[in-house]
T-cell receptor
Framework: GEDVEQSLFLSVREGDSSVINCTYT??????LYWYKQEPGAGLQLLTY?????DMKQDQRLTVLLNKKDKHLSLRIADTQTGDSAIYFC???????????FGQGTRLTINP | KAGVTQTPRYLIKTRGQQVTLSCSPI?????VSWYQQTPGQGLQFLFE???????NKGNFPGRFSGRQFSNSRSEMNVSTLELGDSALYLC??????????????FGQGTRLTVV
């Protein structure tokens, strides 16, 4: 079946890098996504990675995928107060035909 | 281009009533998915429509239903509301079916409170 796990909380100092981790179980997953949710808002698509890639970089964001271990991470460089939010990892596959989300990681930035 | 539009943003209903939520996808997108978000259960998949056909359904009771129109706009309906239906309902729009070469974009959601 499909299952996605994330740690619930992460606290970092402003200016440091944040690394949010995620594990998934569906080996047929084709796309893995990172979404950001700010209070009272919907989900904002940050980035995604195709399953045949190991890494994707987009400005301050770096996604690493270890397909063998089914482990995905999101690194935010130079973390700012505006990065405070809940970050969701999600997987999708042609078999499941839906997005399966992790529980979300609440990122808190300390001054 | 305009993003995904969900209406209304907030809704308060009484137990036993029914409610209809609306989602207008990004122009050109044919797939609309619905998710329920609650503090206890997180994000749970409700159903997905593509070209007016329901392609996939989550594990929700029959009180939850939906449809998609020829212009790709979608509605979901919840009948005989229960307190536990209080949640943020999110709609996602994508070009193709989930799992294919596509990105899914979400609306701001409809916050439903059942009293």
């Amino acid at each position: 079946g499909e299952d996605v796990e994330q740690s619930l909380f992460l606290s970092v100092r402003e200016g440091d890098s944040s690394v949010i981790n995620c594990t998934y179980t569906d080996s047929s997953s084709t796309y893995l996504y990172w979404y950001k949710q700010e209070p009272g808002a919907g989900l904002q698509l940050l980035t995604y990675i195709f399953s045949n890639m190991d890494m994707k970089q987009d400005q301050r964001l770096t996604v690493l995928l270890n397909k063998k271990d089914k482990h995905l991470s999101l690194r935010i460089a130079d973390t700012q107060t505006g990065d405070s939010a809940i970050y969701f990892c999600a997987e999708s596959s042609p078999r499941a035909q839906k997005l399966v989300f992790g529980q979300g990681t609440r990122l808190t930035i300390n001054p | 281009k305009a993003g995904v539009t969900q209406t209304p943003r907030y809704l308060i209903k009484t137990r036993g009533q029914q409610v209809t939520l609306s989602c207008s996808p990004i122009s050109g997108h044919r797939s609309v998915s619905w998710y329920q978000q609650t503090p206890g259960q997180g994000l749970q998949f409700l159903f997905e429509y593509f070209s007016e056909t329901q392609r996939n359904k989550g594990n929700f009771p029959g009180r939850f239903s939906g449809r998609q129109f020829s212009n790709s706009r979608s509605e979901m309906n919840v009948s005989t509301l229960e307190l536990g239906d209080s949640a943020l309902y999110l709609c996602a729009s994508s070009l193709a079916l989930p799992g294919r070469n596509t990105e899914a974009f979400f609306g701001q959601g409809t916050r439903l409170t059942v009293v």
